[in-house]
Every structure is written in C-alpha cells, then in structure tokens.
C-alpha cells in the first residue's frame, strides 16, 4: 500500500540549520571539498567539451532525505560558483500542491533562502507530465558556462484515459496543533490529489468516488470526516466541481484506509451506497493533547471542534474528559528555559473543560448530562501528564480509566 503524507506546505525555517549540522551535511561537505581540491581548476580537460552534469533525480523525497538532497546539489553549485544549478521538474502542470511547478516553487526558495545560492544561478524547467501519474519527479543538473543545457524526457502516461481505482493510502484524523515542527526539508506537496485532479481534468466526463474505509482505533466519523476534507481539497486546491465527487463508506479496515477512484459517469459505484457505520461498543479516544498547546487560542478552536463534531454526528454519544494533571514537584516550566512574555500563559484544564461545556451547550445543543470529567492522580513516572483527552462513551458502555496503564483503556478489538 502507498503511503504519503497529508501535510500541506510547512515551514522550514530550521531546514539549514538542522541540515548543517547532520551527519549526512558533513560527510557530504567533506567529500565535494576533496573533489574541488584535487581538481586544479573548473577548466575542460584539453579536447574534452564541457557538458552538464546530473547531481541527483527523485520523486517522492520528505523531510531530511529531501533537505539533504537540495543540500547535496547547493555545495556542488558552491565548489564550481560559475556554474549553474538546473532543476527540472515533471508531472500535473501548474503550481498547486503536488503539482510540477509546485515542485520547482520550493526547490528554488530552498536553495535561495535556506542554501545561500544567488537566485541567478537557479534555473527551473518544467519537463511536461511524469510517466507516473500519482508522482512528481526532480532532476537536479549543474552546467558549466557553455555547455549545452539538460533537455527535459518525455514521458508520457495514461492520465487522459485511465479508468478504475487510482490510489489508495492512510487517511489521516488527527488534530494539528501548532507550533508544529516541520522536519528538516521542504514538502514537495500532495502529489496524489493533484495527479488525481488532472486525471479529472482531462477526462470531462468522468466522475471520481473518494472511498474511505473507518480503522478500528478510529474516532466515531473518522471516515466521514478523512473522506470529506479529501473532497474538499479537491474542490478548493484543484478547482474540481463538487458534483463530479463521491464520497462514499467503504467498511472497516485496521486502519482508516483512503481509496480514490475514477469511473464513467455511468458506471456503478465502487462500493454499495448503503453501507453505515455502526456504533462503538467501547470508549474511544477521540483527541489527546498537551495543555501547553493549548495556550494558543488556534489549537484550543481545533480541539473543540474534533470532539464536537463527533457528538454531532450521533446524538446518542457522550463525551468524556480525562484530565492528567502535573506529578506534584514538577517544574512547570525548565528553570534554563524561562517561558516568552510574549506567549500566551499556560491554560487550567480543568477551567477549561468546563468552559467548552458551556460552548456544547450553546453552540451545538449538547447537555451537561453527556459529558462527564475525570481527573486522574498524577504520578511522577507518566509520561501523560500534562494533558487532556477527550473520549466518545457510547450508551452503556464503561468510562475510561484513568488509572490504566496506557494501552489498557483502549480496546485491541474492531468495535463492530
């Protein structure tokens, strides 16, 4: 099964530093020097014309690995600083997430923002689509003064005609909270829904069907709400009309499970339309988070509406709060790392779910008979202290327990 990621665009600011001081940096760094001190000069051997050299080609690349790549290509440019870095990029025209031009966008911010090269030296070339319709692929080339420049390959693929399932990956329903470290490399974005989005483009006449399967750990909805954020990046990223898209429950997986599928427009379904999601038997949690967090007004708005959106969803629900407390003694905060004066003051969770109470009260008609507030007895040995969870108890079903070990409250088994 492919997987990816569902991240958007991230920050990178600590992209440089964080890929200076890997080990990989260093032993790349180390060996481009050695290569640039034998060399005695950047001139052609006698009788040999200059040509450009390819430094490295890839497609899906995250986090360090990608860092490092652009890393690996910025010292090259650095030893031989007449000459000039070349991207090329190939896949879905323009620059949406995941798109070609997307790709290039990035690229050259890094080398330029995060690497130090001059923006001149830095030339992007879009290459036309890639033979694999779901990805993008990168060439990174370095040309000497007059060399002839890379040519692009031309792939070709099926997009304008294919039919059938598209792709299938983990679906993702977790809240994210912010401040959020976005590794130490730039994103190349979501390549699927873009190569999805251009399958649709090409083939007016199709229709596409967003099927999400529910994972037996998930929050109630968890599938609802996967599959209609991927109908809405579809619509809103990718310009794709929201009547040519489906989004339909596809049954119980082990873990909630994404498939995307292109048809005719006449064609039955992937799945039967009639399938639903049935009930938890057990308590399930639904979010967990850190009151640190929770100082920043957007994660607490982000927390309330993962839970509330679950008891809107069965207004048979309830809802109930763990609250894990600080191990008595605990410093709240490291004596060599003060808090900034400038950040939000630290939240009493306590007082806080009693105010998003209130909030389910008024907001989505949720009585204080459905929601109930364990505090559990800290203990300097575990690690949750410090953080809130909010579970989805199910009508008869036992509450978690707040003294269990981590792992003992949660059902190994698929609630069926």
């Known amino acids: 099964m492919k997987r990816r990621s569902r991240a958007r665009l991230l920050p990178i600011a600590l992209a440089a530093l964080a890929a200076a001081l890997s080990p990989q940096h260093a032993r790349a ?57 070349y991207v090329i990029a190939y896949g879905v025209e323009g620059e949406a997430s995941g798109a070609a031009g997307f790709r290039l966008k990035v690229t050259k911010d890094y080398l330029v923002n995060s690497r130090g090269i001059d923006e001149d030296r830095i030339v992007t070339l879009y290459g036309g689509p890639y033979r694999d319709k779901t990805e993008t692929h990168a060439e990174l080339w370095r040309v000497p003064p007059g060399a002839e420049v890379p040519k692009p390959v031309r792939y070709k693929n099926d997009a304008a005609t294919f039919k059938g399932k598209f792709d299938e990956y983990d679906g993702w329903d977790e809240v994210v909270l912010s401040p959020y470290d976005a590794g130490t490399g730039p994103s190349v974005g979501d390549m699927t829904l873009a190569g999805f989005a251009e399958v649709l483009r090409l083939q007016p006449s199709a229709v596409a069907y967003v099927v999400t399967y529910h994972g037996r750990e998930a929050a109630p909805g968890a599938w609802r709400r996967v599959g209609e954020r991927e109908a809405e990046s579809l619509r809103w990223e990718y310009g794709v009309d929201a009547s040519r898209v489906g989004v339909l429950f596809g049954g119980y997986e082990k873990r909630t499970t994404v498939c995307l599928w292109v048809l005719p427009k006449d064609a039955p379904p992937p799945v039967r339309r009639d399938k639903k999601e049935r009930r938890p038997l057990k308590a399930v949690k639904v979010i967990e988070a850190g009151r640190h967090p929770l100082r920043w007004e957007e994660n607490e708005r982000s927390v309330f509406r993962g839970f509330a959106e679950v008891l809107k969803g069965d207004a048979e629900l309830n809802l109930c709060f763990v609250v894990r407390p600080d191990a008595p003694g605990v410093e709240e905060f490291d004596p060599d790392n003060p808090p900034d004066p400038e950040e939000p003051p630290d939240v009493d969770m306590v007082k806080l779910v009693e105010k998003w109470k209130a909030r389910l009260s008024k907001e989505y008609g949720v009585g204080g008979h459905r929601v109930i507030v364990l505090v559990a007895v800290p203990s300097e040995d575990d690690w949750r202290a410090g953080r809130l969870e909010a579970w989805a108890v199910p009508p008869g079903a036992a509450l978690p327990d707040p003294s269990a070990a981590e792992g003992e409250s949660e059902s190994g088994e698929e609630n069926q």
Not at 43 to 65: H, M, N, Q, S
């Open 29 to 85: 760094q180390a060996a481009h020097e050695q290569t640039a001190a034998e060399s005695s000069s950047n001139a052609p051997t006698p009788g040999r014309p200059l040509v450009a050299e390819k430094i490295d080609e890839f497609g899906l690349a995250r986090g360090c690995d990608h860092g490092a790549r652009l890393d690996n290509f910025a010292i090259e440019l650095q030893n031989f600083p007449d000459h000039v870095g």
